[in-house]
């Protein structure tokens, strides 16, 4: 991976430091084992992983001062996992889950730079039906709901992974999805609501997604 070019940040949730090693952006490409394509992961797909979006800022400070004592805690598609070294740093019983190959390396790295208890990663597709993952409290993701056949694939992996107790936070850019996503976890048993971030004067420009919550009781 010596020809990516990365870069190093630093980012602040009120006194809370998160440093994170990313992609200098999202042109960086390297697949010379050929792993990602294999996958299925195209080269214009590939960089996605490893930088810090708005949606993982946003679901990052919602969690932030979210309750997790006693809960556990899975993040879908994590991509860099802002939100997982954060709760990490609450010393949250986080696991982290994403398709691309390199999400755990860069995972590692940024445990380290945080000085951070090891966080479990197990890569893993939505329609993959045997899994080590087990159930959760509370799942959360941010910008996921890429193609309209994720409704289906993101709400089945979900409920394949939520406690009969469960609560999910996703937080979606507004890419158009979400409303079919919302109606198929109500159909899956699941309670909805959908709200703005209370403030988001930590992003360079405004955001025009929601904050999904859904749960099961």
Same mark, same amino acid.
């Given at each position: 991976?010596? +020809? ?6 630093t ?5 809370v430091?998160i ?9 960086q ?7 990602a394509?294999?996958?299925g992961?195209?080269s ?5 992983? /490893?930088?810090v979006?708005?949606?993982g800022?946003?679901?990052s ?8 004592? @006693?809960?556990r805690?899975?993040?879908? @598609?994590c991509g860099? @996992?802002?939100?997982?070294?954060? &709760?990490?740093?609450?010393?949250a019983?986080v696991?982290? %889950?994403d398709?691309?190959p390199?999400a755990?390396s860069? &995972? ?6 945080n000085?951070?208890k090891?966080?479990?990663? $197990?890569? %893993?597709?939505?329609?993959d039906?045997?899994?080590? &993952? ?9 910008? &996921?709901? !890429? ?5 289906k694939?993101l709400?089945d992996? $979900?409920?394949?992974h ?10 979606d850019? /507004?890419?158009?999805?979400?409303a079919?996503?919302s109606?198929?976890?109500v159909?899956l /048993?699941?309670s909805?609501?959908? +709200?703005?971030?209370? %403030? ?8 025009? /997604?929601?904050?999904?919550? !859904?749960?099961r009781?």
């Amino acid at each position: 991976m010596s +020809s990516l070019r990365i870069r190093y940040q630093t980012i602040e949730f009120d006194d809370v430091d998160i440093h994170v090693r990313t992609l200098r952006d999202n042109q960086q490409y390297c697949d010379d084992d050929g792993i990602a394509e294999k996958l299925g992961i195209s080269s214009a797909t590939w960089p996605l992983f /490893g930088i810090v979006w708005d949606s993982g800022l946003v679901l990052s400070h919602f969690v932030f001062d979210f309750n997790v004592d @006693g809960k556990r805690i899975l993040e879908v @598609g994590c991509g860099i @996992g802002l939100a997982s070294l954060l &709760l990490n740093y609450r010393l949250a019983d986080v696991t982290a %889950t994403d398709y691309h190959p390199e999400a755990e390396s860069f &995972l590692l790295e940024n445990i380290k730079l945080n000085n951070g208890k090891n966080i479990p990663f $197990i890569r %893993t597709g939505w329609e993959d039906k045997e899994s080590t &993952l087990g159930k959760f409290d509370l799942i959360i993701g941010s910008d &996921l709901l !890429y193609e309209r056949s994720h409704v289906k694939l993101l709400s089945d992996f $979900i409920n394949q992974h939520a406690k009969t107790v469960c609560e999910v936070v996703i937080v979606d850019p /507004g890419r158009g999805n979400h409303a079919q996503f919302s109606k198929k976890m109500v159909k899956l /048993g699941y309670s909805h609501t959908q +709200s703005k971030p209370d %403030t988001a004067n930590y992003l360079m420009k405004p955001f025009r /997604g929601r904050i999904l919550r !859904y749960k099961r009781l």
